[in-house]
Nanobody, 123 residues
Framework: QVQLVESGGGLVQAGGSLRLSCAASGRTLSRMGWFRQAPGKEREFVAAITWSAPSTYYADSVKGRFTISKDNAKNTIYLQMNSLKPEDTAVYYC??????????????????WGQGTQVTVSS
């Protein structure tokens, strides 16, 4: 079993920054990522990173503003969010996949999920 523990959400003004963390424990993982879900909307892909030979993936809406990274020693991934906009407001979920499938942005490709952390960007 895999446990994902998220931290780092909060309230920030537009243009500000936040960093989310997600610590994983349990099984060996192939890929981890972040999704977000705003009220009344479907959960959407934000960013992902493969564990072994690190490749990163980003949603178009966050490219150039968000950066995903990892610390192998701590089994932790991070999401540095800069130039935040009100439309970034959502619950952010950490996700983990046992395999490197081609479905990077698909929620069904991830086997484990964190509890979610709220990010609120005020205008």
């Amino acid at each position: 079993q895999v446990q994902l523990v998220e931290s780092g959400g909060g309230l920030v003004q537009a243009g500000g920054s936040l960093r989310l963390s997600c610590a994983a424990s349990g099984r060996t993982l192939s890929r981890m990522g972040w999704f977000r879900q705003a009220p009344g909307k479907e959960r959407e892909f934000v960013a992902a990173i493969t564990w072994s030979a690190p490749s990163t993936y980003y949603a178009d809406s966050v490219k150039g503003r968000f950066t995903i990274s990892k610390d192998n020693a701590k089994n932790t991934i991070y999401l540095q969010m800069n130039s935040l906009k009100p439309e970034d407001t959502a619950v952010y979920y950490c996700a983990a996949s046992l395999y490197n499938s081609i479905l990077v942005t698909d929620v069904t490709a991830y086997h484990y999920w964190g509890q979610g952390t709220q990010v609120t960007v005020s205008s």
